[in-house]
Nanobody, 124 residues
């Protein structure tokens, strides 16, 4: 059974950092492109970042470039989203997702597996 478990969310002040982790189990992790998404109530789930199975081609949505960094450890089956210089508009539930693919650019609806999400709230 495939499981993606996010952790690391919380309530933080603007300008600070968070490190979100996603631990995967039940899949051949190194065959999967991994993505991070976020969602706020009343809005569609938004792509944030993705990383290829080899870890050498990360991509980001424009609004987070320079502040977010996605990385992965295939031995530990984890994908990390480092978030720096947090802004109130980063407040959302953050989800990790997995897609068996050699591609990095993958439509949101094509991801195979999703985690339950972790809440990030940025407020002073």
């Amino acid at each position: 059974q495939v499981r993606l478990a996010e952790s690391g969310g919380g309530l933080v002040q603007p300008g600070t950092s968070l490190r979100l982790s996603c631990a995967a189990s039940g899949l051949s992790f190194n065959l999967y492109t991994m993505g991070w998404f976020r969602q706020v109530p009343g809005k569609e789930r938004e792509f944030v970042a993705a990383i290829s199975r080899g870890g050498n081609t990360p991509i980001y949505t424009e609004s987070v470039k320079g502040r977010f960094t996605i990385s992965r450890d295939n031995d530990k089956k984890t994908v990390v989203l480092q978030i720096d210089s947090l802004k109130p508009e980063d407040t959302a539930v953050y989800y990790c997702a997995a897609k068996r693919s050699i591609m990095t650019h993958i439509p949101t609806q094509d991801y195979d597996y999703w985690g339950q999400g972790t809440q990030v709230t940025v407020s002073s």
